[in-house]
């Protein structure tokens, strides 16, 4: 991890613009499980759809596009990129730092409210708030590197990340029986399953699938993102 490449890519990600968007996130899932917690209605489920369906499958995704293409996707649009690879430093270092902190910066804007969220709404019975802390965390960092090599193989990386978002996370993978095992989401509700109690926790993808999955994934996108900034460097030196 190069300390300099993680300060500049922090400071980029932290900026005013994309600061507000970071905090929309999690004050959202907040604000809904505020209301949530008053309702009368059956406190699991109301609990369980949010973190999963909201959580989970719409608002992690969109918080891990922000914080994946922020880190590189910028600086590749408006050529400032050139100035980092100019330096005496191996591109698969850039991408691993930009992954930490990318990883680092979604965990605190999803995986921290997301446990909030989870103990405004039903405290700590059936494990629930740590089973979805932990699927939040992994499966964030799944998508942090999804999304990071995104950035770095097409400029239109927001538009196609937000479809993949909303389409395929949120639509296909939540009604789509034969989709659900290719989704970030089902992945992460498995680890949720696997951490809160007993029944607590539906997930159509088994442990023994989605941990492999969420691992090959993660490590996939990163070694293709490194390999595709290398190819970058050699166009721009030649």
């Keep these: ?12 990600l932290l900026g005013r613009r994309r600061g507000v968007l970071l905090l929309v996130v999690p ?3 907040l604000l809904v499980s505020a209301i949530a917690s008053g309702s009368s209605g059956d406190k699991h489920d109301l609990t369980v759809t949010i973190l999963g369906r909201l959580g989970l499958g719409t608002l992690l995704p969109i ?18 990129i050139v100035y980092l690879l100019a330096k005496p ?4 270092k850039i991408i691993t730092t930009k992954l930490v902190v990318a990883v680092g910066t979604t965990w605190a804007f999803a995986a921290i409210p997301t446990l909030l969220a989870s103990l405004l709404m039903y405290g700590t019975d059936d494990g629930l708030a740590l089973g979805y802390t932990v699927a939040t965390l992994v499966a964030g960092a ?4 999804l999304f990071l090599l995104l ?6 990386a927001v538009v196609a990340g937000l479809a993949y978002a909303l389409i395929w996370e949120s639509l296909i993978g939540n009604f789509v029986e034969g989709a659900r095992t290719l989704s970030v989401q089902q992945w992460g509700l498995s680890l949720a399953k696997a951490v809160a109690a007993d029944g607590a926790v539906t997930a159509p993808v088994g442990l023994g699938v989605a941990v492999p999955m969420l691992l090959v994934l993660t490590v996939a996108a990163t070694v293709l993102a490194s390999v595709k900034l290398a190819g970058l460097t050699l166009a721009a030196e030649e």
């Design 1 to 12: 991890m190069n300390p300099t490449v993680a300060r500049l890519t922090l400071r980029g």
């Design 27 to 29: 004050a959202l899932l």
């Design 63 to 80: 918080l891990g596009l922000v914080v994946g293409t922020g880190a590189i996707a910028t600086e590749i649009d408006d050529g400032s």
């Design 89 to 92: 430093l191996p591109r698969w």
């Design 142 to 145: 799944a998508y942090s590197a």
């Design 151 to 156: 950035g770095v193989v097409t400029r239109h």
